[in-house]
């Protein structure tokens, strides 16, 4: 018996586990206050799809602090990339720079398409 309750903790750990993967809000949000969405993606990636209205601000360009220093600090901002680990990576950056508003990860276009509202377009 106690081989079943090992598998059946398994179970349970495995689907908490799978569950807590995605990091990123997908719920739709009220975009009223928020300033700009910020796609981090590169130039490629942009032009292969994004979401109509946003802007584009690449994480690995030589001059992406630059742009997110020129931004408003206390403004409120949604973030996405391909899977919502770059965005990640530039709201950590925000954060250290000294954002003050939110800071949302939106994840993959798709999701972040979702949460806005916003359609994907090239």
């Not at 969405?37 to 590169?42: C, G, P």
């Amino acid at each position: 018996m106690s081989n079943f309750y090992k598998i059946l903790a398994a179970a349970v750990l495995s689907v908490l586990a799978v569950g807590s993967l995605s990091a990123c809000a997908t719920a739709p949000m009220d975009m009223s206050s928020v300033a700009a969405v910020i796609d981090v993606r590169t130039a490629d990636e942009w032009n292969s799809g994004h979401l109509d209205g946003a802007i584009n601000i690449d994480i690995q360009s030589a001059d992406f602090a630059t742009k997110i220093d020129a931004l408003d600090h206390a403004a409120n901002y949604v973030i996405y990339c391909h899977s919502g680990n770059r965005a990640g990576q530039a709201i950590d950056y925000m954060k250290g720079a000294g954002f003050t508003g939110s800071l949302e990860n939106a994840g993959g276009v798709a999701d972040a398409s979702g949460m806005t509202g916003m359609k994907v377009v090239q």
